[in-house]
T-cell receptor, first 112, second 113 residues
Framework: DAGVIQSPRHEVTEMGQEVTLRCKPISGHDYLFWYRQTMMRGLELLIYFNNNVPIDDSGMPEDRFSAKMPNASFSTLKIQPSEPRDSAVYFC??????????FGDGTRLSIL | AQSVTQPDIHITVSEGASLELRCNYSYGATPYLFWYVQSPGQGLQLLLKYFSGDTLVQGIKGFEAEFKRSQSSFNLRKPSVHWSDAAEYFCAVVSGGYNKLIFGAGTRLAVHP
């Protein structure tokens, strides 16, 4: 099986621009998670989906952040407008019920 | 509320030495526990998991962990560390339904030649 695929691997953009991060979960996994990792705050859960439905978005820092899962094989995390404090590594993970989460390699985002 | 504590932020060991990374959890019922490893620039890779049964769990790369309910601990061990084990290690517990994980803050392992 292919693992969780994230794109792009790196993104550098200017403050105020819209950023879209993409994730393809492992086929057959019905849970999808978005995380943010920074030195200061560690690994934070932003939002997660079950069967394409958002279950808990309480970790989303602000209204500038939004996530969608239009189908079982694709999810996006969007930041609009982006700010320098959004610079971080963003991870997507997927799993089946009662099974470990599998992580993608992340998107390193730099907002100038 | 569930929580995971990794008391050691940094650990340095010599290559070939034994290793134990500590993890304590707070959870009312029988927990589902995990150890993940993150190498620089990479995502988190599952080392091992505990769901039930034998309290000594074997994982990949020669790692093992022991679940001790009385101590609310799930410590990770390796008898002989290799330089390639230098990475950050995260302990995690499933919180409630939906497979949500609560992660510890991580322990960064350095290995001296």
């Amino acid at each position: 099986d292919a693992g969780v695929i994230q794109s792009p691997r790196h993104e550098v953009t200017e403050m105020g621009q819209e950023v879209t991060l993409r994730c393809k979960p492992i086929s057959g996994h019905d849970y999808l998670f978005w995380y943010r990792q920074t030195m200061m705050r560690g690994l934070e859960l932003l939002i997660y989906f079950n069967n394409n439905v958002p279950i808990d978005d309480s970790g989303m820092p602000e209204d500038r952040f939004s996530a969608k899962m239009p189908n079982a094989s694709f999810s996006t995390l969007k930041i609009q407008p982006s700010e320098p404090r959004d610079s971080a590594v963003y991870f997507c993970a997927s799993s089946r019920i009662n099974q470990p989460q599998h992580f993608g390699d992340g998107t390193r985002l730099s907002i100038l | 509320a569930q929580s995971v504590t990794q008391p050691d932020i940094h650990i340095t060991v010599s290559e070939g030495a034994s290793l134990e990374l500590r993890c304590n959890y707070s959870y009312g019922a029988t927990p589902y526990l995990f150890w993940y490893v993150q190498s620089p620039g990479q995502g988190l890779q599952l080392l091992l998991k505990y769901f039930s049964g034998d309290t000594l769990v074997q994982g990949i790369k020669g790692f093992e962990a022991e679940f001790k309910r009385s101590q609310s601990s799930f410590n990770l061990r390796k008898p002989s560390v290799h330089w390639s084990d230098a990475a950050e290690y995260f302990c995690a517990v499933v919180s409630g339904g939906y497979n949500k994980l609560i992660f510890g803050a991580g322990t960064r392992l350095a290995v001296h030649p």
